[in-house]
């Protein structure tokens, strides 16, 4: 199963819900098995993540105005909210 083409006929497995009772290993999603698209997304986020939001951790956790707006924008502009 490919995690990033097959998720929409696989059923989902919640949040840590896989640790307290029987799971289909078909059903989880391990970045072990993420494809080369789904690697290099992943690398972008950790890259911005490190680059723009931990910098901003203070100012996040002061719910300074702004500051998670602009982040959010930056993800858009990054096009992290048009993965399917």
């Given amino acids: 199963m490919n995690p990033t ?6 059923p989902r497995v919640s949040s840590g819900s896989f640790l307290l009772g029987p799971t289909d ?5 391990i970045p072990e ?3 080369e698209e789904a690697r290099m997304l992943a690398g972008v986020v950790e890259e911005f993540v490190l ?3 931990v910098p901003r951790m203070d100012a996040i956790e002061a719910m300074e105005e702004g500051v998670l707006v ?3 924008k930056q993800t858009g502009e990054l096009g992290v909210f048009a993965v399917d």
Wanted: zero cysteines.
């Fill in 25 to 29: 290993p078909a059903t989880l999603f």
């Fill in 70 to 72: 602009g982040l959010f």
């Fill in 5 to 10: 083409t097959d998720t929409a006929s696989a």
């Fill in 33 to 35: 098995e993420f494809d």
């Fill in 51 to 53: 680059e723009q939001v």
